[in-house]
Each structure stands twice: as C-alpha cells, then as structure tokens.
C-alpha cells in the first residue's frame, strides 16, 4: 500500500464557510436560503459541463448559476450582484475548526495542499483573507487541467504536479461527488461531515471521516504520519 505523502484539501465548503453568502443572498431575493440553491445549481453546472467536456471558467458558472435562480425566482438581478457575490467569494471566512486542524496536521510533519474548482487566482485570494495561506505548500486549481472534479485529470493534475503518486494523496473534502472522485482514481480520502453534508452509503468509503476537521486531522495523523 502507498504511503501516503500529501494531504490535500478541497476549499469551498470543506474550510471556507459559504453561510457568509447569506446576507447578499438576502439582498438579492429576500431570503438567505436562495444561497444554498445557487450552490447546488452551480455544482449541477459544473459537473455537467465536465460530463459533456464544455469547460465554462467556475466564474462563468456562478454567473449563470445566479442567472437561473433569478428566472425562476421571478427576480431581477441589479447590475452589480454578479461582481458583489463575486467580491464576496473572496472574503469567506474558514470554519471555526480550520485554523487548528491545518495547524495539527502541519505540525506533525505532513505536506498540505489545495485542489479546488474555483481558479487559482480566486483561491489563492480565498485562502490570503482568511489567513490559511501559510499552511499549504502548494495551491492547483481544476481550471489548469480544463476538467472540474470529479474528473479524474483534476486529481492527476496534482499528483503530477506534486511529484507524487495519485495513490500517495489524500483528498479531504466534504463533497460525497468529490471523495468518490478521489477513491475512483485511486487517491485515499477523509471525509468531514458539514452542516447538511452525508457520504452516499452504496458507494466506496473513505477510511477516514469526521464530524469535524479536527477529528478528521487527528484520524489521518493516526493513518498517514
């Protein structure tokens, strides 16, 4: 069995907080919960633009994400919610737990890195905000490749890019899609459960999972130190 060698983290969800969206969300369509809907329309959006290999650049689809929410909303967008939901992106918040996972995880001597489906550019500013960047050695981004997770390139793309085996990886997400990407192109995986999250029961399961970044943090110190 490889030994596992890089810890590496999906963003949005996983340790940044997308409930931060709530108050633009509000101001848009007069409810906070339309912010969940577009997220999980933009999830629709980007995973079927990987089935069909239409690649759309992840702002592109959160455009048009919001784009559908509206229309069927029976609302009209200003002229400046894209770029304020946009600038909003920017500024998340990491999860309460976050800070002391990485920090554990670091200090126990393994190597910490991002994949992500926004652009590189975008996390990058993500993690500088909320002052995560110093706990990765290395950022990618699924637009390198022109593939979203869970198409298997994204995942090699960060191998290849860490000089490392997809098997020497460990994908922590707390996307069901994303960990079965993980596990189907051979990385190991660790799910965290956030509010409204669950791993789907009939497919293969990671060997790691928590209800918290720090239980997961303290699980994979067990497994891959």
Not at 14 to 28: G, H, M, N, S, V
Not at 34 to 62: G, N, P
Not at 96 to 101: F, L, Q, R, T
Not at 164 to 173: N, P, Q, W, Y
Request: glycine content about 6%.
């Amino acid at each position: 069995m490889a030994k596992i060698k890089v810890i590496v983290f999906d963003s949005n969800e996983t340790l940044l907080d997308l409930a931060a969206l709530d108050p633009e969300f509000k101001r848009i369509f007069g409810r906070a919960e339309a912010r969940k809907q577009w997220f999980k329309q933009l999830l629709e959006l980007f995973l079927t633009a990987t089935i069909v290999d239409e690649y759309r650049s992840f702002e592109r689809l959160a455009d048009s994400a919001l784009e559908m929410v509206a229309e069927w909303s029976g609302v009209e967008l200003g002229k400046d919610d894209k770029a304020r939901v946009h600038a909003s992106m920017l500024e998340l918040p990491a999860h309460s737990d976050v800070a002391g996972a990485l920090a554990r995880l670091k200090g126990a001597g393994l190597r910490l890195a991002v994949l992500t489906n926004s652009t590189k550019k975008s996390v990058k500013a993500q993690m500088k905000h909320a002052h995560l960047e110093k706990y990765f050695d290395e950022i990618f981004s699924a637009d390198d490749v022109k593939r979203y997770k869970p198409a298997p390139e994204a995942y090699e793309h960060a191998a290849r890019k860490l000089d490392v085996k997809v098997g020497e990886i460990r994908l922590v997400a707390a996307h069901a899609w994303d960990i079965s990407g993980a596990l189907a192109v051979g990385c190991k995986a660790a799910f965290v459960q956030r509010a409204e999250k669950a791993l789907d029961s009939a497919g293969p399961q990671p060997d790691v999972r928590g209800a918290t970044l720090g239980e997961v943090a303290e699980a994979i110190i067990g497994e891959d130190r």
